[in-house]
């Protein structure tokens, strides 16, 4: 099984880009997470969703956009890119809120 | 303020030491607490679950302390691959997990 897919693996953007991080999960979970991870800092919650069509702001969602058309799938988007959004991105997949957490293996993301 | 404080590290043990980790957390609501590891530049992955009464994994056992609020992590018989970072992370009902910061464990030879 694949578990929890992310693509791409590294970017390299601009300030003022904007681009979109992927994020696919076939173990049909409806809670799905992204967190970014810088040093130091720990794991911090971007966005999540509950289910299709439901999404919320985690601790740190400014600059970040995301939506839950269906189960599987669950991207992020930069809407431009600031040298502070340079970091690691982990999307996370679990049946719900108080369980298991499976990461995808990350994309490390630098913006000059 | 942080929810889930831990000690950083680095921990730096020999192979065979026996090396123990604490987390405090702030909200006594917290229902859930889990152990994850994550080696260098990959994701964390779940290393065990912590339950009320402790729970054992082999070599790793884990404990709760709700009076004090503090979970512990004991590794016995530290093995070269053990050396990574530890995770403590709990849940609160309504919320997602919060993560700690992480400590760092070196097992050298």
């Known amino acids: 099984n694949a578990g929890v897919t992310q693509t791409p693996k590294f970017q390299v953007l601009k300030t003022g880009q904007s681009m979109t991080l992927q994020c696919a999960q076939d173990m049909n979970h409806e809670y799905m997470s992204w967190y970014r991870q810088d040093p130091g800092m720990g794991l911090r919650l971007i966005h999540y969703?509950?289910?299709?069509?439901?999404?919320d702001q985690g601790e740190v969602p400014n600059g970040y956009n995301v939506s839950r058309s269906t189960t599987e799938d669950f991207p992020l988007r930069l809407l431009s890119a600031a040298p502070s959004q340079t970091s690691v991105y982990f999307c996370a997949s679990s049946p719900g809120f108080e369980n298991i957490q499976y990461f995808g293996a990350g994309t490390r993301l630098s913006v000059l | 303020r942080k929810e889930v404080e831990q000690d950083p590290g680095p921990f730096n043990v020999p192979e065979g030491a026996t090396v123990a980790f604490n987390c405090t957390y702030s909200n006594s609501a917290s229902q859930s607490f889990f152990w994850y590891r994550q080696d260098c530049r990959k994701e964390p992955k779940l290393l065990m679950s912590v339950y009320s009464s402790g729970n054992e994994d082999g070599r790793f056992t884990a404990q709760l302390n709700r009076a004090s609020q503090y979970i512990s992590l004991l590794i016995r018989d530290s093995k070269l691959s053990d050396s990574a970072t530890y995770l403590c992370?709990?849940?609160?009902?309504?919320?997602?997990?919060?993560f700690g910061k992480g400590t760092t464990l070196s097992v050298s030879s």
């Open positions: 992370v709990t849940y609160q009902a309504g919320t997602a997990l919060i």
């Open positions: 969703s509950v289910g299709a069509g439901i999404t």
